[in-house]
């Protein structure tokens, strides 16, 4: 199943902090990848003897980097940074560390590739019980369907949100057409990818950001904007399965202040970013 650097298209950056038993979920779901001409980089925002351990031992189907750093407190645009200049190829494709892939996930990724383009999905946020049934393998990514055809209902009364974006759409299939509809407005950092020369010209993810969300996702999509990218979409596409767990948000008052100061000066190239105070676009 391995491919030679000339023949990967994409590098899959999986942000992770210490939770070994949902990455095993999600590193057992490229397993059954459609398309596997992707590299691996586990992005540690930490340096946990148990992530160490357990990469060590976890049998890799593609090329793999495990990339930590001292655990700091929430450094993960840092670590992401840091896995872009790490990256062998031009196409840059990021999830979470609780989001298990649907079989064709980096097909459509790789597939919908545009330079010019930054793709954007979204995910089902899965009940604790159908978390539970896929962590022990009681069904699988690809039986995720029709499984949601079958307690659609039940899924959003035991607390499951955004359920049918669980559902995955062949673009060749009778709903075929629905997919094209379906556009997107928003970036969600646990969906998205994009040309390495895209996160260059706007240096990165701003490390500016020292508390969860906004930075990692809705400030590089005015940025973005900000540079004539425009977003599209693989939604129902590149579905992915985020796995249940309590939600741990911190007040984003200090974020969108951040933010809004930049968009006020429109400031699309950050600062702290991939190159220390760019004069201009970044280049690599």
């Given at each position: 199943?391995?491919y030679?650097?000339d ?15 949902f990455?095993?979920?999600v590193?057992?779901s490229l ?5 596997h001409r992707?590299?691996?980089?586990i992005s540690?925002?930490?340096?946990s003897?148990e ?13 793999i980097?495990?990339?930590a ?8 645009n840092q670590a ?11 196409w840059?494709v990021?999830i ?15 597939k919908n590739a545009?330079?010019?383009a930054i793709?954007?999905?979204?995910r089902i ?24 055809r079958?307690?659609f209902?039940k899924i959003?009364?035991r607390?499951g949100?955004f359920?049918?974006e669980?559902f995955?759409i062949d ?7 629905i997919v ?7 970036l969600k ?10 996160i260059?010209?706007?240096?990165g993810?701003d ?5 969860p969300a906004?930075g ?5 999509l005015?940025?973005?904007k ?12 590149a579905?992915q ?11 984003q008052?200090?974020?969108l202040?951040i933010?809004n100061e ?5 400031k699309?190239?950050c600062?702290d970013?991939?190159?220390?105070e760019?004069?201009?676009?970044a280049?690599h």
């Amino acid at each position: 199943m391995y491919y030679t650097k000339d023949e990967l298209k994409a590098t899959l950056i999986i942000s992770v902090y210490k939770n070994t038993t949902f990455l095993k979920a999600v590193l057992d779901s490229l397993a059954g990848q459609t398309d596997h001409r992707f590299e691996v980089i586990i992005s540690e925002d930490g340096d946990s003897e148990e992530m160490k351990g357990f990469v060590d031992h976890y049998s890799f189907k593609h090329p793999i980097q495990h990339l930590a750093r001292e655990d700091k407190g929430w450094q993960k645009n840092q670590a992401l940074n840091e896995a872009i200049r790490a990256a062998n190829t031009d196409w840059l494709v990021f999830i979470d560390g609780d989001c298990v892939l649907h079989p064709r996930f980096m097909e459509f990724h790789i597939k919908n590739a545009d330079p010019t383009a930054i793709l954007a999905g979204k995910r089902i946020k899965l009940d604790s019980e159908t978390s539970a049934l896929l962590l022990e393998e009681s069904i699988k990514p690809s039986e995720m369907n029709a499984y949601l055809r079958k307690h659609f209902t039940k899924i959003k009364k035991r607390g499951g949100e955004f359920v049918e974006e669980g559902f995955f759409i062949d673009p060749k299939g009778i709903l075929g057409r629905i997919v094209g509809t379906r556009k997107m407005r928003h970036l969600k950092g646990c969906n998205m990818s994009f040309h390495k020369d895209a996160i260059y010209a706007i240096n990165g993810f701003d490390e500016a950001y020292t508390r969860p969300a906004v930075g990692e996702d809705a400030d590089l999509l005015w940025r973005f904007k900000g540079l004539g990218y425009q977003l599209g979409s693989v939604r129902n596409l590149a579905v992915q399965y985020h796995l249940y767990h309590k939600e741990s948000w911190t007040d984003q008052e200090e974020n969108l202040r951040i933010m809004n100061e930049n968009i006020a000066a429109k400031k699309y190239v950050c600062t702290d970013g991939l190159v220390k105070e760019p004069s201009a676009g970044a280049k690599h």
